[in-house]
């Protein structure tokens, strides 16, 4: 297992993420068709008949058999997107997989545990994964929301192979302690005459509007493309089989382990792109 230290923090990327295509090419070739059949030929006159009686009439010749139907081009094989899936088998077991389909940029979903608030001013999160789907404009990025929902901080964590290698898990460490804390304001109720009164009076509250991590209501992981995204469709498939936790003030966090359910991580269907997934793999 690779261990993972990440210390920057990116900026909110766009809450969005349409189902893979593998694009399948036709031969240029095309299918021959059949032959028709050729007509019957006409039968004899018959003889005229002796004494003025007229002859009868001569039998009309069979109709010819329309010819076999040409055989239809065989078609090409499908092209490769260079992303892997998850295949047929479960890719883990006690973890979850989850799947993002992508075609153009700036598509995302957001999975998510709720729950608190929980204070979470020196702690960190630590999600072990192992991408099946790697690409620099591909991410993978923890995130926490406060309980007002206004307030996002996350961690921009793109699935290169230099920070992913193949077939290993990584632990990446989301430090949600070391983000500012939200500016001081007035309350939205406070009137337009209450500046220096309500500093003096100490009656300052935190920007609601800001990022307060002592009262984190949400938090996992948003997968996806980034804004400057420019590949061709696929899907994203990161596999999670741990989430464990440090810190966490006055309301602890027991370790996500995946052995037995989800364990609360759900998919946030209104601010994921359509066709995203969560599955559970238990143990074998």
């Given at each position: 297992?690779?261990?993972?230290?990440?210390?920057?923090?990116?900026?909110?990327?766009?809450?969005?993420?349409a189902g893979a295509l593998l694009v399948a090419c036709s031969d240029d070739d095309r299918p021959d068709t059949g032959n028709g059949g050729r007509g019957g030929s006409a039968g004899a006159a018959g003889a005229a008949g002796s004494a003025g009686a007229s002859g009868s009439a001569g039998a009309s010749g069979a109709a010819g058999a329309s010819g076999a139907a040409g055989a239809a081009g065989s078609?090409?094989?499908?092209?490769?997107?260079?992303?892997?899936?998850?295949?047929?088998?479960?890719?883990?077991?006690?973890?979850?997989?989850l799947r993002v389909p992508i075609d153009d940029s700036d598509q995302t979903a957001l999975f998510t545990f709720e729950g608190g608030p929980f204070d979470m001013s020196a702690a960190e999160i630590h999600f072990r994964m192992r991408p099946l789907t790697r690409g620099?404009?591909?991410?993978?990025?923890?995130?926490?929301r406060d309980q007002d929902?206004?307030?996002?901080?996350?961690?921009?964590?793109?699935?290169?192979?230099?920070?992913?290698?193949?077939?290993?898990?990584?632990?990446?460490?989301?430090?949600?302690g070391g983000f500012f804390p939200p500016n001081l304001v007035l309350p939205a109720d406070a009137g337009p005459n209450a500046g220096d009164a309500g500093f003096d009076a100490g009656v300052l509250v935190p920007?609601?509007?800001?990022?307060?991590?002592?009262?984190?209501?949400?938090?996992?992981?948003?997968?996806?493309?980034?804004?400057?995204?420019?590949?061709?469709?696929?899907?994203?498939?990161?596999?999670?089989?741990t989430v464990?936790?440090?810190?966490?003030?006055?309301?602890?966090?027991?370790?996500?382990?995946?052995?037995?359910?989800?364990?609360?991580?759900?998919?946030?269907l209104a601010a994921s792109t359509p066709g995203a997934q969560l599955i559970h793999h238990p143990a074998d």
């Open positions: 297992m690779q261990h993972l230290e990440s210390t920057s923090f990116g900026s909110l990327t766009c809450l969005a993420i078609a090409g094989n499908a092209g490769s997107t260079g992303m892997p899936d998850g295949g047929a088998e479960p890719p883990c077991t006690d973890c979850v997989e620099d404009q591909l991410i993978a990025s923890p995130f926490a929902l206004q307030g996002f901080a996350s961690l921009d964590v793109a699935l290169t192979e230099e920070r992913f290698p193949e077939d290993t898990w990584v632990t990446v460490d989301f430090g949600v920007d609601p509007t800001a990022f307060d991590k002592s009262r984190v209501r949400r938090f996992g992981l948003q997968i996806g493309t980034t804004p400057d995204f420019a590949g061709r469709a696929a899907t994203v498939v990161v596999l999670v089989d464990s936790f440090q810190n966490v003030v006055g309301n602890p966090l027991a370790e996500k382990t995946f052995d037995d359910n989800a364990e609360g991580l759900t998919l946030d």
